[in-house]
């Protein structure tokens, strides 16, 4: 079965700080996909990023960096010099290849406090 | 359109009434998917869409609930007799449903917040 954990419920950072979101995954299946989204206080899902399960390189974009390792099935968030407008809930995601559905954590509320 | 709409974008029912949620998806994408968010939550997967067909019905929580896609397009989802912990911001999200291919990715739309009294 395939499960995603997101075991921090709320984090409140004050802004500049960095902070790391956790995902950490479950899947027996080798080949897969891992996503993270933001849900802003306006309440749509925005798509951050995806990663393949064959492509360990983190990704840098902006302020925002990410590290997966299939060692400890973990793809995590950092936000650096966090602001604001970073307030939201972020969701991460898994999807098996060749199927649709994607599984859900539980998300992560992230409080920005000026 | 350029992305997901949903409509109503709210909606407030009494208790027993039957209601009716419109998705419709980003053009070109073949896979819909219905989620619900209670106040405070995370995503409950509810139904998904290939096409015009559901694979997976798991996620749909009683027999009042029921989603039809039509023409591969536009998804309804159908409530009956409402009940009030049905009230929850439902989303609907669409994607190429290109299962084998590594770029395949959902897309969500705005949400209907439901709320019965």
């Known amino acids: 079965a395939q499960k995603v954990t997101q075991a921090q419920t709320e984090i409140s950072v004050v802004e500049k700080e960095d902070v790391t979101l956790d995902c950490v995954y479950e899947?027996?299946?080798?080949?897969?996909?891992l996503f993270w989204y933001k849900q802003p206080p306006s309440g749509e899902l925005v798509f951050l990023i995806r990663?393949?399960?064959?492509?360990?390189q983190n990704e840098i974009s902006g302020r925002y960096s990410w590290n997966f390792q299939k060692s400890t099935s973990s793809f995590n968030f950092t936000i650096t010099a966090s602001q604001v407008v970073d307030s939201a809930v972020y969701f991460c995601?898994?999807?098996?290849?060749?199927?649709?559905?994607?599984?859900f954590g539980s998300g992560t509320k992230l409080n920005v406090k000026p | 359109g350029a992305g997901v709409s949903q409509s109503p974008s709210n909606k407030v029912t009494e208790k027993g009434k039957d209601v009716e949620l419109r998705c419709d998806p980003i053009?070109?994408?073949?896979?819909l998917y219905w989620y619900r968010q209670s106040l405070g939550q995370g995503l409950e997967f509810l139904i998904y869409?290939?096409?015009?067909?559901?694979?997976?019905k798991s996620g749909l929580p009683s027999d009042r609930f029921s989603a039809e896609r039509t023409g591969g397009s536009v998804s309804t989802l159908t409530i009956q007799r409402t009940q009030q912990e049905d009230s929850a911001v439902y989303l609907c999200?669409?994607?190429?449903?290109?299962?084998?291919?590594?770029?395949?990715?959902?897309?969500f739309g705005p949400g209907t917040r439901l709320t019965v009294l």
């Open positions: 999200a669409s994607s190429f449903g290109l299962a084998a291919s590594s770029t395949d990715t959902q897309y």
């Open positions: 899947t027996r299946d080798t080949t897969y996909y």
């Open positions: 990663r393949n399960s064959f492509d360990e």
């Open positions: 995601a898994l999807r098996l290849y060749n199927f649709n559905k994607f599984y």
């Open positions: 053009s070109g994408h073949t896979a």
């Open positions: 869409f290939q096409g015009n067909s559901a694979p997976d």
